[in-house]
């Protein structure tokens, strides 16, 4: 029974494509989050949200934008890929934005982009 | 720049023996800290954390440690266990900042030899 799931695990696709990769999280948290690893290893965070809104923003090409249809559900949307954003992307969430609270985080998504 | 480092990228370690995994920083304005181990082609699980108001953390056989002063923070494991073996990041977080927006390490691979 997993708790922060995200679909799907391993993507490869072509340069100039747009894809989407799904979020879900059955813990009842009202922040969910997107973190990128990229092939150095750095795991940052992308986007954040609380209870659909959108918080955190960092500087991230605008090709990426996330949705998020309810509180249990972030997904990210990629447009024009480029090979830059091969990387491991996680989706994780919260209880809320209180002060101390553990991240979970899904299994990740492995996009290749050739 | 990075906030948060973890200089050592591999660890080595006899089963039953102590890990001791470091980690150093260097925003002062940090006063949240954890520990998160990940297995391969899996996320990040939270393991320990601790607060800026404490200098040591105890949770079964997992040690946090921290020295503000020196910026410096440590994962003590005993004993450790052929399971352990993983990668661990540590990563910090600000009080009253993008809460929720954890500063990662790159991460120490630990293997524990049986």
């Known amino acids: 029974d997993t708790a922060v799931s995200q679909t799907p695990k391993y993507l490869v696709t072509q340069m100039g494509n747009d894809k989407s990769i799904k979020c879900e999280q059955n813990l009842g948290h009202d922040t969910m989050y997107w973190y990128k690893q990229d092939s150095k290893k750095f795991l940052k965070i992308m986007f954040s949200?609380?209870?659909?809104?959108?918080?955190i923003n960092e500087t991230v090409p605008n090709r990426f934008s996330p949705k998020s249809p309810d509180k249990a559900h972030l997904n990210l949307h990629i447009n024009s890929l480029e090979l830059g954003d091969s990387a491991v992307y996680f989706c994780?969430?919260?209880?809320?934005?209180?002060?101390?609270?553990?991240?979970?985080f899904g299994e990740g998504s492995w996009l290749t982009v050739v | 720049d990075q906030q948060v480092k973890q200089n050592s990228p591999s660890l080595s370690v006899q089963e039953g023996r102590i890990s001791i995994l470091n980690c150093d920083y260097t925003n002062s304005m940090f006063d949240y800290f954890l520990w998160y181990k990940k297995y391969p082609a899996e996320g990040p699980t939270f393991l320990i954390s601790i607060s800026s108001i404490k200098d040591k953390n105890e949770d079964g056989r997992f040690t946090v440690f921290l020295n503000k002063s020196a910026k410096h923070l440590s994962l003590h494991i005993v004993p450790s266990q052929p399971g352990d073996s993983a990668v661990y990041f540590c990563?910090?977080?600000?009080?009253?900042?993008?809460?929720?927006?954890?500063?990662f390490g790159k991460g120490t691979k630990l293997s524990v030899k049986p």
């Open positions: 949200y609380n209870n659909k809104e959108l918080i």
């Open positions: 990563a910090a977080s600000i009080y009253g900042g993008s809460q929720g927006n954890l500063i």
């Open positions: 994780a969430s919260s209880a809320d934005r209180a002060y101390g609270n553990t991240i979970y």
